[in-house]
């Protein structure tokens, strides 16, 4: 299989459909590609019903295109990471991984222009992180929630208002930033780093102002990170986190317990802001983002400091610090759908806690003058008599 034939069969798979986010190849399934978070099979001539082993571990090897290093973590871990670039067409993420002997691909489109936060509409506190001169910035969710969309339009505020010399960790590049009023030095693991620590530890000597990590994957990556954070680097990173207080925890759990009163001290002094984002289905199609929203405190520094408590919780701090610009995601999510962005079922299904965000519905419906109730009429039953 020729590039030629590669790129051919990857711009039928993007042009197949608007919104897509990304292609499957996956043996004993037809091409697939994922428009609006929902996979859709790709009709190609000639017709390619259900992809063979064969097939799959073919368009594999040519996107590896006999780089060595990347074959020998394929076959010793069991998947590796690349990017691949069709012509000035689109850029991909990819991964290739084995599952019982046989290789699916998955290949994640990267947009080419940088979006700026107004046009992905932020919240007002994304504009004060990139004021921020130190400590660090975590924007949490799950694969596809959209953190490297959100962290790119970040660095691209600092990139037009900042002078500084900015370095980034990537695996692999995705959004690829001009010079503009900073300086960029852009690092990719496996051509320019071989580890996230060794990437890390270089940057600290490459005198950087601000340093992106693509993920805090282990507990050396975090201590090199809390160690740039205390000596003046402002260090923007993701996690696959759920939440802000799950942020945290997860962070502490990389670490032994007789480490962890030295590494929450270290937390409290270096995190500024707690980002975790969800992607929701919206009307009209497409998705729109739902954030939560936790900055640094006095109450936010005691809770890392000691922990969680009933009446002292990450949740509850958040919600009592509308004035610093925080929000939960069932208020955001609740914002949503007063602003019409989203339906009734989609915020109960995707709210934390269910109750909260049921409310809030019903008195938005009842603002509007909708029926918030199943009930359709209530009757005194004039039968019923009680004992004497």
Known sequence: ???????????????????????????????????????????????????????????????????????????????????YQLGGKARFRVNIFSRSGKYSIVLRKLETKIPTMEKLNLPRPFHNMAEEKNGIIFVTGSTGSGKSTSLAALLDKINETKSVHVITLEDPIEYQHPQKKSTFNQRELGADFDTFPTGLRAALRQAPKVILVGEMRDRETVEIGLAAAETGHLVLSTLHTIDAGQTINRILGMFHTEEEKQIRIRLADTVKWVIAQRLLPKIGGGRVAAFEIMGTNLRVKDCILNGESEGKTYNSIISAGKSQGMITFDEYIISLFEKGDITEDTASSYASRKDIVGRGLDSIKSARGEITTNINSLEIDHGYKGKE
């Open 1 to 83: 299989m020729k590039k030629q034939q590669i790129d051919y069969i990857l711009s039928k798979m993007l042009d197949f459909r608007g919104n897509v986010s990304d292609l499957n190849i996956t043996p004993g399934k037809p091409l697939q590609v994922e428009s609006s978070g929902e996979l859709v099979g790709v009709e190609m001539e000639p017709e390619l019903k259900v992809l063979t082993p064969f097939q799959t571990e073919i368009f594999a090897l040519n996107l590896i295109n006999n780089n060595r290093k990347l074959t020998e973590t394929l076959v010793r871990e069991g998947s590796c990471d690349l990017s």
